[in-house]
C-alpha cells in the first residue's frame, strides 16, 4: 500500500512545458522531504531537485535552475514539478522520491521510497 506514482510525463518540443505530479497512497506526504530525479538512458540517476518536509526550503539542480519550480500541496498528498523552458536534455525518466529522516537531499540512497518514473521526452 506504500506507494508513489507520477505522472504528467509525455513528448513535448524544445521550449514547451510540462507539470509532473508525484501522488502518495499508503502514506501521507505532510512529513517527508520529497525529491525529483531524472535518468536518461545510460546515465547516472541524478537528483533534481527537492522540497523540505518542514519549512518549504527547496534545491535546484544548476541545470534546471530558472526553469524547473517544486512544490507541495499536503491536502492532495502530492508534490509537483513545473518545467518549463524544456530543452532535449531534460529527457528522461523522471522519479520522485520520499524518505522520512531526512530534510534536503538530491542523493538517490537517502531516499526510502520511490516511484516507477514517468518519461519525459523533449524533441528538438
Known amino acids: 500500500q506504500v506507494q508513489l506514482v507520477e505522472s504528467g510525463g509525455g513528448l513535448v518540443q524544445s521550449g514547451g512545458s510540462l507539470r509532473l505530479s508525484c501522488t502518495a497512497s499508503?502514506?501521507?506526504?505532510?512529513?517527508?522531504?520529497i525529491g525529483w530525479f531524472r535518468q536518461a538512458p545510460g546515465k547516472e540517476r541524478e537528483g533534481v531537485s527537492c522540497i523540505n518536509s518542514v519549512d518549504g526550503s527547496t534545491y535546484y539542480a544548476d541545470s534546471v535552475k530558472g526553469r524547473f519550480t517544486i512544490s507541495r500541496d499536503n491536502a492532495k498528498n502530492t508534490v509537483y514539478l513545473q518545467m518549463n523552458s524544456l530543452k532535449p536534455e531534460d529527457t528522461a525518466v523522471y522519479y520522485c522520491a520520499a524518505d522520512l529522516t531526512i530534510v534536503l537531499s538530491t542523493t538517490p540512497d537517502d531516499y526510502d521510497y520511490w516511484g516507477q518514473g514517468t518519461q519525459v521526452t523533449v524533441s528538438s
Open positions: 499508503g502514506f501521507t506526504l505532510d512529513y517527508y522531504a
